[in-house]
Structures are given as structure tokens and as C-alpha cells.
């Protein structure tokens, strides 16, 4: 029976919520258990109709620092780098401003022969050190 009074309701509602939790956690994690391709095809066609909205989002969160470590974590582990903790692997690649070989002074961005390259072993995927361009390509 509805309620004459919505904030009455509302309060009963939140009350409810608030004293259930883990019961409509519970129930929700088995809807969606059961409702497995229907999920599936809502998240599609969202994001079939969202396209300019996820690439605008990506877009702005690869220019923040958050997103450009993210970006480079992703790019190690396609690359077969192996790492127990790549956050701190990441603050030591940042943080290191020289070449582990040569001692050049290490520049961001692409190109040229002291740009930073986190050399790794290739059949195990370990990290080894951070040099630049031309003591990479020596290395291999």
C-alpha cells in the first residue's frame, strides 16, 4: 500500500536500506549472478551509446597523473615486465633522473638518445635498471 506521505516513505526506505545492507548486497549479487547476459547487453549497447562520452573521459584522464602512471603500469605488464609492487616501481622510474649506466641526465617524452627506457630482462621479465636510449639498445 503506498504511502499518502513520499518523505515518510523515503525515511522508511533509507531505514531499511541502512538495517539490510548485507541482505540487499546479497540479493543484488544474485540477481546479477542470474542475470549474467543481460548485464552483458545493457553494458554494450551503454557503451555503443556512450562512444565520445568514454573516449572524452579516457581522453582527459590520461593528462592527469593518475592516469598517465596507469598508462605506463599498463604498457610495462604488455611489454612482459614482471613486478611484485608496481607502484613502487613506478615511483622509482619517475624519481630517477640520471642513467643507470652512462649518468646522462634522462628527458621525458620520445626520442632521442637519452629518453627513459626501463630495461628489462626479456625471458624472465625482471627490471634491471633505468637507462637511456643508447644504453638499452647496447644491452640487448
Same mark, same amino acid.
Given at each position: 500500500?503506498?504511502?499518502?506521505?513520499?518523505?515518510? /516513505?523515503?525515511?522508511?526506505?533509507?531505514?531499511?536500506?541502512?538495517?539490510?545492507? @548485507?541482505? &540487499?548486497?546479497?540479493? @543484488?549479487?544474485?540477481?546479477?549472478?542470474?542475470?549474467? @547476459?543481460?548485464?552483458?547487453?545493457?553494458?554494450?549497447?551503454?557503451?555503443?551509446?556512450?562512444?565520445?562520452?568514454?573516449?572524452?573521459?579516457?581522453?582527459?584522464?590520461?593528462?592527469?597523473?593518475?592516469?598517465?602512471?596507469?598508462?605506463? &603500469?599498463?604498457?610495462?605488464?604488455?611489454?612482459? &615486465?614482471?613486478?611484485?609492487?608496481?607502484?613502487?616501481?613506478?615511483?622509482?622510474?619517475?624519481?630517477?633522473?640520471?642513467?643507470? @649506466?652512462?649518468? &646522462?641526465?634522462?628527458?621525458?617524452?620520445?626520442?632521442?638518445?637519452?629518453?627513459? /627506457?626501463?630495461?628489462?630482462?626479456?625471458?624472465?621479465?625482471?627490471?634491471?635498471?633505468?637507462?637511456?636510449?643508447?644504453?638499452?639498445?647496447?644491452?640487448?
Amino acid at each position: 500500500m503506498p504511502y499518502k506521505d513520499p518523505e515518510k /516513505h523515503k525515511e522508511i526506505c533509507r531505514k531499511y536500506q541502512q538495517e539490510n545492507k @548485507e541482505k &540487499i548486497k546479497e540479493k @543484488e549479487k544474485e540477481w546479477r549472478e542470474n542475470n549474467k @547476459e543481460k548485464v552483458l547487453e545493457y553494458k554494450k549497447k551503454w557503451r555503443e551509446n556512450n562512444r565520445e562520452k568514454i573516449r572524452e573521459y579516457e581522453k582527459e584522464y590520461k593528462q592527469t597523473e593518475a592516469g598517465k602512471k596507469s598508462s605506463k &603500469i599498463t604498457s610495462w605488464k604488455r611489454q612482459g &615486465i614482471k613486478s611484485e609492487d608496481y607502484n613502487s616501481l613506478y615511483d622509482y622510474y619517475v624519481n630517477c633522473k640520471n642513467c643507470e @649506466e652512462c649518468n &646522462i641526465e634522462l628527458v621525458k617524452g620520445a626520442g632521442g638518445n637519452n629518453h627513459k /627506457h626501463l630495461d628489462h630482462e626479456h625471458s624472465t621479465g625482471l627490471v634491471r635498471n633505468v637507462l637511456c636510449g643508447k644504453c638499452n639498445i647496447k644491452r640487448k
